[in-house]
């Protein structure tokens, strides 16, 4: 909520009243002695009046304050426009006699026709600034003099600033020393030119500062890169090779997902992978430096001072040069390996190439060495295991033919069941025989006695050979016991001999794959010495070289003027 601003309450005089009240001075008429008198006179009756002790009670704040009685404020304003009616026509005679105004007179702003308005705007405005003016005109003569507008209305939010301001220090101010010399328009037009002239020194200065570090800092270092590229840089030629990894195809013919991948790229992608990784490894570096000296040719002095290698090298800088001179890249999607060699002669980057290759072909070969080697000592333990157990169930089935007395179950069966059949034959004739004589009223006794014995007889045979059969002779052993052991020893044989064969089979399965190449190296594109050097190249290099030099800059200069505004903000 905003309240009003309360304005400062003033105490009125006479005086005050008569000059805010008063005329101008050409509409004045001057008055004798005696009317002075008089208006003095009826001045102090209505003051007196004012203050009288019967005066109505104070209105409130929602209620209005009666108005003054009209004959008391006229004859208040008639007597002070009395008496300051002298001063002011003699000033005016003073004026027509043709004597020079003084523009802080008070009959000069009186002339000006202010209205009461201004007149206490002037009032509050030097109250403002410190001043304590006796009148409204004196008001507005100090204000001029100090340089003020005493016209000037202020907002509520300035009022109550500058009474917050009271119990603050504040500030004097400086006068204002008006200049004695007039400004014309040539003079404006000159001092105009001379800031143009400024801004455009100005300007010129940061152009020139800015080309002079762009060449120092861009320019400078990109020719220096340019000129050893173009001049100094000793050629380097790359020789280009690819070669693919395969796979033999078993002879065995696998399955599973084993035989799903054999025929594709995802069977040698770790072989290729395993090749590329020892391509660039010490190992490989150190093997070429031993068959075709890697770091005599590059510690050459034919060879520029930044691509040389040092006499006194270490392994590791000779190391850190051959992993910039062969590049070894492979494409999983084609099972591709690429291979870059660079050298500062052609026959030595072919030489290289080469032996690179012939290291990488016997590292495949050695890869699947020792997988041969344990798949062909895996097939001779087996053959000699199923061997030695068919050894032991041949001794078995000898044995037990050599306890038993019976070379075969199966004949020493179907020689008795012949024997029982040809008895029972008989047996029955015999039988036959019997009845016939029976059927005689009176048969021959001796007859049939003989018969008699001889069915008693056959029958006690074919019990004894089926005795045998069954229950066991003098040996405690019967034929179907010994028929039982047999067949088993004789299955246990058959089955350690079909072992015994599979063995075998499986051991000249791995000595066949043992003998021949499982995994070969085979390459796509030979090396072949090139006529013409592939590194540097120089523009590509100077322009990587100003990029990155720019770039530099750039950064720099960023980080100085954030810094700077920081520091300064």
Known sequence: ???????????????????????PAGDLVLPDPDAELQADNAM????????SPEKPPAPSRTEKAPAPEKPTMQAAANAAAQRTAKPRMAKARHM???????PDSDA????????????????????RHGLDPASDIEAVRMLRKKGIDPFTRETILDLVSDKSRKNLPQTVPQPQVASPEVTTEADIAREVRKIQQDIAR???????????????????PTALAGYYFFRMATPMFATH????????????????????????????????????????????????????????????????ALQRLDADATYEDAYDIYRKRVKISFDPTEGIVRMEVAAADPQTSKAFSEALLSYAEQQVDDLTQRLRADQMRGARESFDDAETMVQAAQTRV?????????????????????QISTLEVE????????????????????????????????????EDLRGQMTEGGSSGASLARISGELVIAQADLETRQLMLSQALQQLETARIEANRQVRYLSTSVSPIAPDEASYPRAFENTFLAFLVFAGIYLMISLTASILREQVSS
């Open 398 to 418: 000898l044995d037990l033919q050599q306890a038993r007395g019976v070379l075969s179950a199966d004949l020493e069966v179907s020689s008795l069941m012949s």
């Open 427 to 462: 047996l029955n004739t015999e039988k036959l025989r019997l009845q016939e004589l029976l059927v005689n009223a009176q048969p021959n006794q001796s007859r049939v006695a003989i018969l008699e014995g001889n069915i008693a007889r056959l029958t006690r045979l074919i």
């Open 202 to 220: 100005r300007r010129r200065l940061k152009m020139t500062l800015l080309v002079a570090r762009l060449a120092f800092f861009v320019l400078l």
């Open 96 to 102: 027509r006699k043709g004597s020079k105004p003084d």
């Open 1 to 23: 909520m905003t309240t009003k601003a309360r304005a400062k309450k003033y105490r009125i005089r006479r005086r005050d009243v008569a000059d805010s009240l008063a005329l």
């Open 44 to 51: 102090e009756q209505a003051m007196r009046s004012a203050a």
């Open 108 to 127: 000069a702003i009186l002339a000006e026709g202010l209205t009461g308005r201004q007149l206490r705007i002037a009032r509050r405005v030097a109250n």
């Open 241 to 304: 090779s690819e070669f693919v990894i395969q796979q033999a195809e078993s002879q065995a013919g696998p399955g599973g997902l084993g035989g799903m991948f054999s025929g594709t790229m995802l069977a040698t992608t770790q072989d290729a992978v395993a090749v590329q990784s020892y391509l660039t490894s010490r190992e490989a570096m150190l093997r070429l430096d031993a068959d075709l000296g890697f770091r005599d040719h590059f510690s050459s002095p034919e060879i520029d």
